[in-house]
């Protein structure tokens, strides 16, 4: 079982298990009227159990809630009723989840869903189909059918959630170099700020209204050390929340013994955990400017001193504690941003994402000879046995002909079974009979 991520009440990771509502049984029923009790059949049929369904909200900000509850599941369908009334189907469970939220079989690994869209959906666990009544089993030799469906069983599946932040630009850099103070003082986002490293250990999202009015979200990403791509630290989780990012802003400590050293390590661990991350627009900002150390860099900083790449003329020069250059940084930001488009979900966005089976020829049942019998198994089967009332005697009939309609007589005879054998399919024995 994978790990979560918990700091404090951030919570970017989680599994749960849903499970969507079983369909509603249909009727057994006849029309009474005088004279005739048995006026012919009316059973209704049984309500479609209800689906699970997440959806995208700017009002959720973590998946806490889904540590505190991690069993999923909506209610069953009403079972049908007489006088060809139908059972209610069950409404259907829908749970809110962050914009960013990628949703993942934990079982398979497939990506099912990317909800970065405000009100994506994804219905991640179909209701089961209502039973069908006994009005459906009339025929010309049988008008007074005893037999009904019980409803089909919901999906149910275990799925990870993993929050990935969504933001203009993240402020990324080596631990301490001033993006929790950067991002106070240019919004009204409270990160704790320290004068040690990783004093953030969780991402921060901070609203800034930029000159002209343009109005910004900036993700404050904890600090990354070397071998962050690998896991080191917190690298993988932190860099994650800057994959949606349409800039970066590298913040370097130039009060730092070696600043362009970690800058340079900062650069290096974003390329290797997604090279398309790393050629995206960015600025460079050199904080603490207000401090001796930085002033001295900036004297006798020249443009070869400089990592590949970054221009001396391009820098921005700050200090997140006296408010110097942040304006003009700022300023730059909402410029540059007009013209950077938003990086495209990793799954085609679609109003309701429907997770559907792929629908093919089922293949035909398997047979194991056993001392005792035959033990047989295939899908067709399970939905044959899951549609059978055992208790209705006219169920059992219809059970008998569509074992020959499915390839389960041919499949036994082919394995040489005779008149009288035992079968057992999962917890279901009977008695063979061609």
Known sequence: MPEHNQHGSFIDSAVVHVHAGRGGRGAVSFRREPYQPRGGPDGGDGGRGGSVILYATREESSLAAYLRQKQLQAHDGEAGHAGLKAGKSAADLRLPVPLGTVVTDDVTGAM?????????????????????????????????????????????????????????????????????????????ATPKVGAYPFTTVDPELGVVQAPGGTRLVIAD???????????????????????????????????APDPWADFTIVRREIAHHSPELASRPALVAVNKVDLEETQQLRKRLRAVDLPPGVELRALHWI????????????????????????????????????????????????????????????????????????????????????????????????????????????????????
């Open 221 to 255: 990403i904890p600090g990354l050390i070397e071998g962050a791509a690998l896991g080191a630290g917190l690298g993988l989780r932190f860099l994650r929340h800057v994959e949606r990012t349409r800039m970066l802003v590298y913040l370097v400590d130039g009060a």
């Open 319 to 434: 200090s997140a504690h006296t408010g110097e250059g942040v304006t003009q940084l700022v300023g730059q930001l909402a410029s540059k941003l007009t013209a950077v488009p938003q990086p495209a979900p990793a799954l085609p966005a679609e109003p309701v994402i429907r997770l559907r089976r792929r629908r093919s020829a089922p293949p035909p049942p398997a047979v194991v000879k056993e001392a005792w019998g035959y033990r047989i198994a295939g899908a067709a089967l399970d939905r044959l046995i899951a549609a059978t009332d055992f208790d209705s005697v006219s169920a059992l009939q219809r059970f008998q002909l569509q074992l020959d309609r499915i390839g389960v007589s041919t499949a036994l005879e082919e394995a040489g079974a005779v008149a009288g054998d035992t079968v057992r399919a999962g917890d279901l024995e009977f008695e063979y009979q061609p």
């Open 112 to 188: 099912l869903a990317d909800l970065a869209s405000e009100g994506a959906e994804a219905v991640v666990a179909s209701g089961g189909r209502g039973g069908r009544g006994n009005v459906h089993f009339k025929s010309s030799v049988n008008r007074s059918p005893m037999t009904a469906e019980p409803g089909q069983k919901g999906e149910e599946r275990d799925l990870r959630l993993d929050l990935k932040l969504i933001a203009d630009a993240g402020l990324v850099g080596a631990p301490n170099a001033g993006k929790s103070s950067l991002l106070r003082a240019i919004s009204a």
